[in-house]
Each structure stands twice: as C-alpha cells, then as structure tokens.
Nanobody, 122 residues
Framework: QVQLVESGGGLVKAGGSLRLSCEGS????????MGWYRQAPGKQRELVAL???????MYADSVKGRFTIFRDAVKNMVYLQMNSLKTEDTAVYYC????????????????WGRGTQVTVSS
C-alpha cells in the first residue's frame, strides 16, 4: 500500500515563503512522476507542479518563477518551495504520485495525500 503524507503548510503573510514536504511510503522504488496540486474553496483541484523520476519539472503558469519542486529519491520525499506567496495561493495542497503497481508494469496507479492547508494573508 502506498501512502503520501504532506507537511509544512500554515499561515504566512503575502510575500513570504513556505516549504511543503511529502513523504512517500510503500512501493517507493516504483514511484514515477510526483507532483503537487491545490484546491481553493469553491474551485476545482489544479496542478501546481510535477517532477518526473529523472528530474524533469513542469509548473502551472501562475507559480512559475515563484515555486520550485524537487525530490529526494533516497528519502522518498518530494518538496515544494513556495516563495513570494500571494493571497491567491491560499488552498489545500495535495501531494500526488504515480506508482508502477509491479515490476515491468506499463501503467501506473495514482495516489494522493490528505492535503495540507496553506493560507496567505494580505
């Protein structure tokens, strides 16, 4: 069973910084792409950033230049460094991982963490 546990959320003033962490457990050697999504009240969940198993990254336009995603494969961790935070970044942030269910699998299963609240005040 794969589990993802987020931490690092909290309350910060606009312009400030936070670092989110996500620890994966279970079939960690089979983790493929990992990412962060967020969901603000009344809005749909949206992609924030992704990082592949070889370190390629992708960001939503709204966070480019402000957020950085990185991972530590040894520790089975993925991080989201958030700088220059804006009030519109307020949301619950979810960790996501695509996991190969078995060795040699050509498809992946998707797992989610329970989320961590980020609140940016003006």
């Amino acid at each position: 069973q794969v589990q993802l546990v987020e931490s690092g959320g909290g309350l910060v003033k606009a312009g400030g910084s936070l670092r989110l962490s996500c620890e994966g457990s279970g079939r960690t050697l089979s983790f493929n792409t990992m990412g962060w999504y967020r969901q603000a009240p009344g809005k749909q969940r949206e992609l924030v950033a992704l990082i592949t198993s070889i370190g390629s990254t992708m960001y939503a336009d709204s966070v480019k230049g402000r957020f950085t995603i990185f991972r530590d494969a040894v520790k089975n961790m993925v991080y989201l460094q958030m700088n220059s935070l804006k009030t519109e970044d307020t949301a619950v942030y979810y960790c996501n991982a695509e996991v190969f269910p078995y060795s040699g699998s050509t498809y992946t299963e998707m797992y989610w963490g329970r989320g961590t609240q980020v609140t940016v005040s003006s």
